[in-house]
């Protein structure tokens, strides 16, 4: 299943698709507010995952995210984001993770598989 088949669960809003551009500004105003900056950004097709993060700093999305709504993508966003803070996912991580994106969201979604 693709991500733009796995659909949302009930209560997340849905929207139609934005655009590649629109997602890095969605970035960069994350990336922003975790004080972080990425060497670059990309979208382009991923058959494994929703996105990315070299150890030099480079970020890619999939280009499914694009369909997905706006809390998911800014699960995945700051998941990345947070991974040029910490290379790992210890607890250390999913405590930025969770304090970042209950700052700046309504509640916790579940994120759905990207394929």
Wanted: aromatic share 6%; net charge neutral; with cysteine.
């Amino acid at each position: 299943m693709t991500a733009h088949e796995s659909g949302t669960d009930e209560g997340q809003e849905t929207q139609r698709a934005i655009s590649a551009e629109a997602l890095k500004a969605e970035v960069e105003t994350w990336a922003n507010r975790i004080r972080v900056q990425p060497t670059s950004v990309q979208v382009r097709r991923m058959t494994r995952k929703w996105a990315s993060c070299s150890s030099k700093g480079r970020l890619t999305f999939s280009e499914d995210l694009l369909a997905e709504a706006v809390a998911v993508r800014a699960e995945v966003i700051v998941h990345e984001l947070l991974h040029l803070k910490v290379p790992n996912h210890a607890k250390l991580f999913h405590s930025l993770l969770r304090g970042y994106l209950d700052a700046h969201s309504p509640g916790p979604i579940d994120l759905p598989p990207p394929f």
